[in-house]
């Protein structure tokens, strides 16, 4: 049996979280996309378990060396949907308190309906006094927690559209009445409280920039997550260590790059390679395959070599005529017969008249008639 002394009290770890998110007509397309992939992981880090240690019993723990003990927190959700002022949007500010029913918080962000505004401006102002707000009330109904009970707490501003320079007007509280932005760091300190970051990516707001610098107590830097995490939103927290992917880890991949001194080194470095033995042509290889064609003269021999030493050609292809060596060595009397005949038996064949119809070849073709007869035709003429 269990004693009530030998009962391990309860640790009591909370953890306090408000979305502050613009609620327009831009973002109501990109937000879908931005839940589903950032906030969710978010959500989940923050439930992780944490190594806490029981009030009172620090000292004890380091004499005894006992390890300290490990707690689920209790992650309290609330959100503050903000936009533009009348009669651009219909409403300002709407406020939905802690809860840590998980389900119930993403039913309450899922069926939100985005509503107009927000083209220039938008009242991100209003939106960060209400979180305010709503950590004050919280310290206020819960008086066992009290402000230094509490693990930690954190503010995730979602925006993409520039504030309002002007100082909020829709706060229920008179002690924020006039809280600009730089007020609204100032109360956030007081608080520490951890401001994180989430605009459009390609998109930076230099109030919001402003904000996030002078907000944290902290001075370590926020972690910025890879584009390939989120392609959309350019996601910056600050005391939420989100564990990021090998496949995403950008900075983990360019350590693992040598440096450009690195790499030059690396190329100037030649690694042996094999030799490689280039055989010239033999022209004996070239005689013995002219030798083993049949060609038909000398001049196709002379030929064949000629070209193997310019590259390839087309070859010529020559009617077969005999020669008279060829005759003789074949018949003694054939050789008698073509040195009797003559070389161009047609040169002495008379040409043949060329048959011609025009006029001046016809009167030059023309017979003349003998001179008698051209004498005695003109004695009778006279007579």
């Known amino acids: 049996m269990v004693t009530p002394k030998q009962m391990r009290p309860a640790l009591r ?27 969710t992981k978010i959500i989940t880090q923050l439930r992780t378990p944490v190594i806490v240690d029981s009030p009172g019993k620090k000292d004890a723990v380091a004499k005894k060396g006992a390890q300290p003990t490990k707690a689920t927190p209790c992650v309290r959700l609330g959100v503050v949907f903000f936009g533009d002022y009348y009669p651009y949007s219909t409403r300002t500010r709407s406020t939905k308190y802690f809860t840590s029913n ?22 991100a102002t209003e939106g960060l006094v209400g979180a305010l707000e709503m950590f004050d009330d919280f310290d ?11 693990l930690q707490r954190h503010v995730i501003l979602v ?31 007081e608080l520490k409280l951890s401001f994180s970051l989430v605009q459009e990516r ?10 996030l610098k002078a907000a944290n107590i902290s001075t370590k830097p926020a972690l910025e997550l890879p584009k390939s995490m989120s392609p959309s939103f350019d996601v910056r927290l600050v005391g939420i260590d989100l564990p990021i992917p090998p496949e995403h880890d950008t ?57 193997s030493a310019t590259g390839p050609k087309k ?27 003559p070389k161009n038996p047609s040169a002495n064949r008379p040409k043949a008249p060329r048959a011609s119809n025009s006029p001046a070849t016809a009167a030059v073709a023309a017979p003349t008639m003998p001179q008698a007869n051209s004498a005695s035709a003109a004695y009778l003429a006279a007579s």
């Open 102 to 123: 998980y389900r119930e918080f993403a039913k309450t962000i899922k069926e939100h309906r985005f509503c107009g505004g927000g083209r220039l401006r938008c009242a």
């Open 315 to 341: 070859p010529r292809i020559e009617a077969d005529v005999p020669s008279v060596g060829a005759a003789a060595a074949e018949d003694p009397t054939k050789l008698a017969r073509a040195k009797s005949r």
């Open 13 to 39: 770890c909370d953890i306090l979280c408000v979305l502050v998110i613009e609620s327009t007509q831009h973002m109501q397309n990109l937000f879908p996309d931005l839940y589903d992939s950032v906030l």
């Open 159 to 189: 925006s993409s559209t520039p504030p309002y320079a002007e100082p909020c007007r829709e706060n229920d509280y008179v002690q924020y009445d006039g809280f600009d932005l730089d007020r609204v760091a100032d109360r956030m300190r």
């Open 140 to 150: 206020e109904s819960d008086p066992e927690v009290g402000p230094t009970g509490v």
């Open 251 to 307: 900075a983990a991949s360019a350590a693992a790059q040598p440096t450009p001194i690195a790499a030059q080194l690396q190329a100037n470095i030649q690694l042996p390679q094999a030799p490689v033995h280039i055989q010239p042509v033999q022209t004996q290889a070239v005689s013995q395959v002219q030798a083993a064609l049949p060609l038909k003269n000398k001049a196709d021999s002379s030929a064949m070599a000629g070209d």
């Open 202 to 211: 390609g998109k930076r707001i230099e109030q919001v920039e402003t904000l």
